[in-house]
């Protein structure tokens, strides 16, 4: 039996959805620190989906300006910043969940609630429905 290999971004998203749709299997019998790593995990799958997206629609379209950007910016910057080329609103999105995400990873002392991780996943995948019909 072949297995592709190839990793579908989107896989990310689901994942980061299906731990959101059974948080209260996981936090039934947890603590609150084990709640705000899920979260944090949401948060940090939601951001990826939504830039590796971005990453391979960029790809197609503008493969040496994104090396050429990537080398000056770093593949995060350079990414939200010719997603504007694409889709502005897209490109801000992708921006504020950048920074939520830097948040989630980072910041050991940010109080991660329910509310950024439901607009973390709203915006994800706004972002990647639009970039699917762009």
């Known amino acids: 039996m072949s297995c592709?290999?190839?990793f579908d971004p989107t896989h990310f998203m689901k994942f980061a959805?299906?731990?959101k749709d059974n948080e209260d299997i996981f936090f039934k019998e947890c603590n609150c620190k084990v709640k705000h790593c899920?979260?944090?995990t949401i948060i940090s799958r939601s951001y990826y989906a939504a830039f590796l997206h971005a990453e391979q629609k960029i790809k197609k379209r503008y493969k040496k300006e994104l090396e050429k950007v990537v080398g000056q910016q770093?593949?995060?910057k350079g990414v939200i910043l010719l997603l504007e080329k694409i889709d502005r609103v897209s490109s801000t999105?992708?921006?504020g969940l950048k920074e939520r995400r830097?948040?989630?990873d980072y910041d050991?002392?940010?109080l991660?609630?329910?509310d950024s991780v439901n607009k973390s996943i709203e915006t994800a995948n706004e972002i990647i429905n639009t970039l699917k019909k762009a």
Request: glycine share 4%; charged share 35%; aromatic share 8%.
């Open 93 to 95: 999105l992708l921006n």
């Open 17 to 19: 959805e299906e731990l």
């Open 38 to 40: 899920i979260y944090r």
């Open 112 to 114: 991660i609630d329910e």
């Open 74 to 76: 770093g593949s995060h």
């Open 108 to 110: 050991l002392d940010a």
């Open 102 to 104: 830097e948040v989630a």
């Open 4 to 6: 592709d290999y190839t």
